[in-house]
Nanobody, 130 residues
């Protein structure tokens, strides 16, 4: 089990950039893949991005491809999600989460479905509005 604490978020204007961070404690951080999900009011939680245990493989939801970059620092037990050119439709509560897929797993399904994630951060609000 790993404990995740999020930081970042807030109110930004369309076109702005934002960096979300997720700090982990407990467990062996490099055993975990970290995913980012978001949930807008009245909508289901959806996948945004994920990074595998060593940071080599990254995954993005289509609407954020080219605007988002996920990275991790296993020495610091942190994962960051940099989002650029933010849009109103990016407004949501963002969550980081930890999962333990087999390290040799090379597919994307495990990383992109929230049911595989066991530990979740507290969530942080991102509001994109002029």
């Amino acid at each position: 089990q790993v404990h995740l604490v999020q930081s970042g978020g807030g109110l930004v204007q369309p076109g702005d950039s934002l960096r979300l961070s997720c700090a982990a404690s407990g467990g062996t951080f490099s055993d975990y893949a970290i995913g980012w999900f978001r949930q807008a009011p009245g909508k289901e939680r959806e996948f945004v991005s994920a990074v595998n245990w060593n940071g080599i493989n990254t995954y993005y939801e289509d609407s954020v491809k080219g605007r988002a970059t996920v990275s991790r620092d296993n020495a610091k037990n942190t994962v960051s999600l940099q989002m650029n050119n933010l849009r109103a439709e990016d407004t949501a509560v963002y969550y980081c989460a930890a999962a333990r897929p087999p390290k040799e797993y090379s597919g994307s399904y495990y990383y992109t479905h929230y049911g595989f994630y066991d530990d979740w951060g507290q969530g942080t609000q991102v509001t994109v509005s002029s």
